[in-house]
């Protein structure tokens, strides 16, 4: 009677007609593809991120108000600031006392950094400005400040010939033992490349050239008698060939008075003395300054820097530039006079260098 309906016991999978895969008809989502589903994820930042959205309370106006109101304070004193240190250098290099010291009651940074990496300090000592030095020292500056071209307040004041600042300074813990520095020497109108103790001897400034002969002096009998790193890095500083050429500046310079100072210091250096006493004399003997050849013949002298054996060389110049001071000086400490010397002597034909030569020369 009628149609039979037909029962497919079958529960496996079945093929779909249209997509060749395989769907299963015991999903609960019956009729869709697994692959048509999106997949679900868990982004555990997203709770976060959430809520730090939520949480985000943008500024009140009365916080807006504050920011704006610190902002401008900054500016404030900043602009300040800067009116101070133009005041300050200005009153600097105009010398002008009554004004830096007022600067500095206003509330200027004596350590303000200028020009050149220039302090206020700096500045005065180029300037030549003494009392504007002192007044800047006494405020407590940093008297060690290096500016860009490596100078320091030391420097300018040696070639300045402050010799009373030189002096404050190095109370006030100002280091002598600095590397030389381009200086403009305004005696000979030229730049120099020179440290504290040569620009003092260039410019003739004796009694800087004692107290920084004397406080360098210091430093290497201190170091001498430590073992410690850090001394030796001083040791190779201070133990350099300042020295040798502050006694050369005073050679062509004519200062004299520069030149025992300068050798005492050298008696000091107890580890790597460069000092060339017989290429000191040549030069000074060939100077054909008599006065400065005496001093630094006595003083390498005094100091034992010279050995006798060297008098030969310095006898025959002595003869050659006419320098009988020096010549006699020679034969009294038993230099023996050979017939090269007397040869020289007789070029020149000088009566007083013959009357100290001996009728049979050796």
């Not at 895969?21 to 048509?36: F, I, R, W």
């Not at 404030?76 to 009554?98: I, M, N, P, Y």
């Not at 050149?116 to 006494?138: H, K, M, R, S």
Request: aromatic residues 2%; charged residues 20%; glycine residues 4%.
């Amino acid at each position: 009677m009628g149609c039979t309906q037909s029962t497919n016991t079958t529960t496996g999978p079945k093929i779909h007609p249209e997509h060749p895969k395989v769907v299963n008809n015991t999903s609960t989502n019956a009729g869709t593809p697994v692959e048509a589903r999106p997949a679900t994820t868990t982004n555990l930042n997203d709770d976060t991120a959430l809520s730090t959205t939520t949480n985000t309370i943008p500024p009140s106006d009365l916080e807006i108000a504050a920011k704006a109101q610190q902002e401008e304070l900054l500016r404030a004193k900043s602009d300040q600031e800067r009116q101070h240190r133009v005041a300050l250098f200005r009153a600097t290099k105009d010398g002008d006392v009554e004004a830096v010291q007022q600067a500095l009651i206003n509330g200027a940074n004596v350590n303000s950094i200028g020009m050149w990496d220039n302090t206020p300090l700096i500045c005065a000592c180029q300037y030549g400005f003494d009392q504007v030095a002192g007044i800047l020292i006494e405020a407590e500056c940093n008297v060690n400040a290096v500016n860009e071209k490596g100078c320091t307040a030391l420097h300018h004041a040696a070639i300045e010939g402050l010799s009373e600042v030189v002096q404050r300074l190095l109370q006030k813990g100002a280091k002598p033992n600095v590397k030389p520095a381009k200086l403009y020497n305004p005696k000979i109108d030229k730049n120099e490349m020179l440290d504290p103790l040569q620009a003092a001897t260039a410019v003739g400034d004796i009694e800087s050239v004692r107290v920084l002969a004397i406080t360098l002096g210091e430093i290497s009998e201190r170091v001498s008698n430590s073992d410690t790193a850090e001394d030796a890095v001083v040791d190779d500083t201070v133990n350099s060939v300042s020295e040798q050429q502050a006694l050369k500046l005073a050679i062509q310079r004519g200062t004299t008075l520069a030149i025992l100072p300068v050798l005492e210091l050298c008696t000091k250096r107890t580890k790597n003395n460069t000092l060339d006493g017989l290429v000191l004399l040549k030069q000074a003997c060939d100077s054909k300054n008599e006065a400065i050849t005496m001093v630094l013949l006595e003083g390498l002298q005094t100091f034992k820097m010279i050995e006798n054996e060297q008098s030969f060389e310095i006898m025959n110049k002595a003869c050659e530039n006419e320098m009988a001071l020096v010549l006699k000086n020679l034969l009294d400490n038993g230099a023996v006079v050979d017939e090269e010397t007397v040869a020289i002597a007789q070029k020149s034909n000088n009566p007083a260098i013959m009357a100290l030569l001996p009728a049979n020369p050796q």
